[in-house]
């Protein structure tokens, strides 16, 4: 399976963009898909998760209220809505697909547990 990501780009703050992780195939063994993010001169972070079991949903306490996650199961799709964006929010972002290890919604949140990754996609928040 491979995952692509789209929908980055410049961005004023305040403003919005829609992050697209696309997957080439999917399985009854896809646990989970996560976003993570990495900005220059720190590692790569958790910022949102969804089961793709049940649809729980994992958000880093930065992004909450801000970020939303969802997924059109028949695209092979799943989007990070942003929104009221920040300069510190600049990083590139990555989807990553969790294949069969059950994990709590807290731990959506860790790169750990994820087995494919994009190649990621450049947010850049600023004025």
């Known amino acids: 399976v491979q995952l692509v990501e789209s929908g980055g780009g410049l961005v004023q703050p305040g403003g919005s963009l829609r992050l697209s992780c696309a997957a080439s195939e999917s399985s009854d063994k896809d646990y989970s898909i996560g976003w993570f993010r990495r900005a220059p001169s720190s590692g790569r972070e958790g910022v949102s998760a969804i089961n793709l079991k049940d649809g729980s949903t994992f958000y880093a306490d930065s992004v909450k209220g801000r970020f939303t996650i969802s997924r059109d199961a028949a695209k092979n799709t799943v989007y990070l809505q942003m929104t009221n964006l920040k300069p510190e929010d600049t990083a590139v972002y990555y989807c990553?697909?969790?294949?069969?290890?059950?994990?709590?919604?807290?731990?959506?949140?860790?790169?750990?547990?994820?087995?494919?990754w994009g190649q990621g996609t450049q947010v850049t928040v600023s004025s």
């Open positions: 990553a697909l969790n294949i069969g290890t059950p994990i709590s919604v807290k731990a959506m949140g860790v790169q750990l547990w994820y087995d494919v």
